[in-house]
């Protein structure tokens, strides 16, 4: 049985990490764990449609801004953690009929890991270089995820498509309306990530000339 008391304390011993750790870490861990949380609170598909999520966006944005890889990989992750275990706790209440934990969900959050590294090639944050790879992660992202659910690595198995190349691409066929709501949301979401770092980062460089 989950001990909430111990679960609590513990977060709060990883909150106080948090805090200590340098102010690019700390400012990206709080602008994921934000848009996260907003986007859980917006119900799909009434409003939010299928695929419209941050999770790559938050990739790419901690890959680009966080210098230590190992933070890199772990701040969105962990961000993830949380607005799932959030959402589980919406499910087991009744609040929601999506559960926030799923069997094969561990493999998503390997591939959202290995958009990470798509993150690490934007050396500065411009415009192109953040809508280049907003367009370049969700694509390998699709053909990734989408390998997987055609391999039944996730339980689908594939789909009940045919464990050949044809089948594989019929798997392709079958996504391609979510893949677009994809491309949509990493360039929104990395818009949102991207534009409030810059501007938190500006602020801050103002009130220390001042």
Known sequence: MLDWNSTFHLFLRFTDYIMKLNKNILICFVLLIVVSA????????????WNFAPQIAMALFAGAVIKNRIWAF????????????LYQVLYLNGLTDIPGFYVGQWQNYLLFGLMVTIGFFIKKIRFLNVFIASL?????????SNFVV??????????NRP?????????????IPF???SVLACVFFSAVLFGSYVLIRRRQEQIGVA
Do not use: H
């Not at 969105?76 to 949380?82: C, D, N, Q, R, T």
């Not at 055609?150 to 789909?159: D, E, N």
């Open 163 to 175: 464990k050949t190349f044809e089948g594989l691409l019929m798997c392709y066929a079958d996504a």
């Open 136 to 144: 370049a992660a969700p694509t390998v992202f699709f053909l990734l």
């Open 74 to 85: 772990a701040v969105p992750i962990f961000s993830m953690f949380l607005s799932d275990l």
């Open 38 to 49: 907003l986007y859980r609170v917006v119900p799909s598909p009434g409003i939010r449609p």
């Open 150 to 159: 055609w391999a039944g690595w996730q339980g689908t198995r594939g789909l």
């Open 179 to 181: 893949y677009g709501n």
